[in-house]
Structure formats: structure tokens, C-alpha cells
């Protein structure tokens, strides 16, 4: 199966499972943060940790680029390296859209024409140092900082955030970032 194709059977599964949520009501609804300063959170963000799509199995080095267009739309620069730091590298570049004009804290993103994938900025640090981005299905998160690492206090009480919120933080997993 080619990747386009991989990429739309994971846009169908998450459209799935955020119905299968609004149907079973089994998982706790994720809220965003209350605003979101685009232009601020634009730029590099490392992935410090996920739970990993199958694209981002084994990744390294991760990060995720945004850039604002003239249109509004956000320019997104997925890269990594497969498997080691030295490994082969890679590029998506998904497009955001801000669904939520009013806090810009609810964006879908398009990986392939014509899915978008709904993406919640759920947390947010005040300095805009680091910021977690969750999917209503809980089936994907993403922790990322604007440097490589990221303290094991900040790390653990996101966790533990994350927990509080539906997340299986066992499914979590660390991105090795060695540069």
C-alpha cells in the first residue's frame, strides 16, 4: 500500500473512532486552552513525545514545523529521521486550518484531499515553551517543546495531565532527540 494510501485509511479511522466517541461517550471531551496567539505559536517545535502514528513509528529527531500563509492557512513541515538520528530522513507537509477563529486552539489538519483530521491544542505553557496538541478520539497526542528536551517536571505533570483527561499514558512514547 502506497503512503497516500496508508494516509487515508488513517484519516478514516480517526473520523471513526471521534464518531465512535460522540456515540459511546466513553472518553472524556478534550478541551482546548483558551487562546492561542498564532503568530506566537508558529516556528519548530520538537516532538518530545506521542503516541506514535504509523508514519511516526521509530521516529527521530522529530519535528514540527508551522508557518502562517497570506490566506490563513498553516504550512506544515513534518521532518525526522527513520529509526536513528542518522537515520533516512523524512517530510510531510500536512495543511492546518484554524477551525476555531475565535481561540485558534482548534485547527483540522489535511494530510490527504479531501479528510482533515480535527487537531486540539489541549495545553498550552504560558512562555509558549511547549504545548500539547490531542485529537478528540484520544488516539494520538503530541508533546512537543520549543527545544529539544523537555524537564521531567514539566514532562511528568503533562502526563499526569494527560491522564486526567482520558489519555492511556502507557500508549505515550518518548522521541529520541539527540542532535
Not at 51 to 64: L, Q
Not at 100 to 127: G, S, V
Not at 163 to 172: A, E, L, N, T
Request: glycine content about 6%.
Amino acid at each position: 500500500m502506497n503512503l497516500h494510501g496508508k494516509i487515508l485509511i488513517l484519516s478514516i479511522l480517526s473520523i471513526i473512532g471521534c464518531k465512535k466517541q460522540k456515540i459511546m461517550n466513553i472518553e472524556k471531551t478534550l478541551k482546548t486552552v483558551e487562546y492561542v496567539d498564532i503568530e506566537r505559536f508558529m516556528g519548530d517545535w520538537y516532538v518530545i513525545a506521542n503516541i506514535p502514528t504509523f508514519i511516526e513509528k521509530n521516529a527521530c529527531n522529530a519535528i514540527e514545523s508551522y508557518k502562517l500563509n497570506a490566506r490563513g492557512e498553516i504550512q506544515t513541515t513534518f521532518s525526522f529521521y527513520q529509526d536513528s538520528p542518522n537515520g533516512k530522513r523524512k517530510e510531510y507537509n500536512p495543511k492546518g486550518y484554524i477551525y476555531n477563529t475565535e481561540t485558534n486552539a482548534e485547527w483540522r489538519m489535511q494530510f490527504i484531499w479531501p479528510f482533515k483530521m480535527p487537531f486540539l491544542i489541549i495545553d498550552l505553557d504560558t512562555n509558549y515553551s511547549y504545548t500539547v496538541i490531542g485529537v478528540p478520539s484520544h488516539k494520538y497526542v503530541w508533546i512537543m517543546s520549543r527545544k529539544p528536551s523537555l524537564g521531567s517536571k514539566t514532562y511528568n505533570m503533562i502526563i499526569d495531565k494527560l491522564k486526567d483527561v482520558g489519555y492511556d499514558v502507557k500508549q505515550i512514547k518518548k522521541v529520541t532527540q539527540e542532535w
